[in-house]
């Protein structure tokens, strides 16, 4: 079931009401993405009249999403005051429900995280998982102000789709997990918080976080992996997060791969966390540690380095043939591990990609993300701020706040 009403592509027609939704979205999505300008520069960008950047400017202040700046003199003609997203203006809840542990995340109109709150698990058991979401829901609205938590527009719940058929992935009993089969997160989430909640798959909230608050909004186009306890991804198409007809465009674990013994696997085999897991129990050596925080995998480190070389291989593989797909500007590699070995992991990835057969493609820019292992919770508090607020440009109209 979709989160929002049945929305008309643009080539249909609007009324005035949707226009004037769309263009206060537009404003919004201009100032979140391009930092603070002054309504002159805010007509220039979106090809709107001056009296009509100025009536949006002015009801948005007063709305409280967005903030005054200070005045800008010693320029030809009229100073400027520059106009910014307002932080206080909206917040938002995010929350990851993965395979290992669950976090929740309350997060401002600008991404910054105001609370977070993480549970750890062997597999996850709804009521233990949405016992603790509704206990860090009470315990961080007790420490807001009242006009806070009027601001508060939603919910977003990322997890991966079809949780229940991971059991033997994770090493939970199959029966463990198939509560999850017939399970809604918005309808447990409904018993005990009126927020709207939005559901969406958790690689591709990373892929949103990485592109709303991250680095990877300066390409057109870009596909992203994440490496967590199992690989995912996300793809960026004109600017904006394509999440596909299913809500799983860029699920990028079951693309073909090698294992290092030269067998055929999935990405997912050859690319996660839970690979260096299997081994490092090989190993006989406790792999929690993996998950511990602060994290601090140095006591592994020879481990570590074999299967980040294992790891770039195989991402390297994969962003080659995901490229002849899609000719994409970037691939962006981020992933719940230690910052230090995400830029190995990057600089590994160059490196092998020269040795691949590109025959025929343009082998693309491989960058390191900046979100981490907040991603998939921070890119679901995002949910929310876009659906009601921001615009998607692969979304077309929405319907009036």
């Given at each position: 079931m979709s989160d929002m009403p049945e929305i008309r592509p643009y080539t249909s027609g609007a009324n005035q009401s949707e226009v004037r939704a769309h263009n206060e979205r537009l404003m919004l999505s201009v100032l979140h993405q391009d930092g603070a300008l002054p309504g002159s520069e805010m007509a220039r960008r979106t090809g709107l009249s001056s009296q009509t950047v100025s009536v949006i400017l002015r009801k948005l202040e007063q709305d409280g999403l967005i903030a005054r700046g200070e005045t800008q003199k010693g320029r030809v003609g009229k100073p400027s005051v520059p106009m910014s997203i307002n932080p206080e203006g909206?917040?938002?809840y995010g929350v990851k429900i993965g395979r290992r542990s669950t976090d929740l995340l309350l997060v401002d109109f600008c991404g910054t995280i105001r609370a977070q709150r993480h549970l750890r698990y062997r597999y996850p058991q709804p009521r233990e998982v949405f016992g603790f979401i509704e206990a860090s829901l009470r315990e961080i609205s007790a420490d807001l102000t009242q006009d806070q938590r009027e601001r508060i527009c939603g919910i977003g719940v990322a997890t991966p789709f079809d949780l229940w058929r991971w059991h033997a992935q994770v090493g939970a009993p199959k029966a463990s997990l198939e509560a999850w089969k017939e399970l809604d997160p918005r309808q447990e989430i409904a018993r005990f918080c009126d927020l709207q909640v939005f559901v969406i798959n958790d690689a591709t909230a990373a892929c949103r976080a990485e592109h709303?608050?991250?680095?990877?909004?300066?390409?057109?186009?870009?596909?992203?992996?994440?490496?967590?306890?199992?690989i995912g991804g996300g793809v960026v198409l004109n600017n904006s997060v394509y999440e596909g007809s299913h809500g799983n465009a860029?699920?990028?674990?079951?693309?073909?791969?090698?294992?290092?013994?030269g067998s055929e696997g999935r990405l997912l085999d050859t690319a996660s966390i839970r690979e260096l897991e299997r081994r490092l129990v090989e190993a006989e050596i406790d792999p929690t540690l993996l998950w511990q925080q602060p994290q601090d995998w140095s006591r592994i480190?020879?481990?570590?380095?074999?299967?980040?070389?294992?790891?770039?291989?195989?991402l390297a593989r994969a962003a080659l043939a995901t490229c002849a797909v899609i000719d994409f500007q970037a691939v962006v590699i981020d992933g719940a591990m230690p910052t230090a070995l995400r830029g190995r992991l990057v600089e590994l990835m160059r490196a092998e990609l020269p040795h691949l057969d590109a025959r025929g493609l343009i082998c693309p820019s491989v960058q390191e993300g900046q979100i981490g292992a907040n991603a998939s919770a921070l890119g679901a508090a995002a949910k929310p701020l876009i659906a009601l607020y921001l615009l998607d440009s692969h979304k077309g109209f929405a319907p009036a706040v």
């Open positions: 909206l917040f938002s709303m608050f991250g680095g990877s909004r300066v390409w057109r186009d870009s596909i992203y992996f994440f490496v967590a306890s199992f860029g699920a990028l674990g079951p693309l073909p791969s090698r294992r290092a013994d480190a020879g481990h570590v380095d074999l299967w980040l070389q294992d790891t770039a291989a195989a």
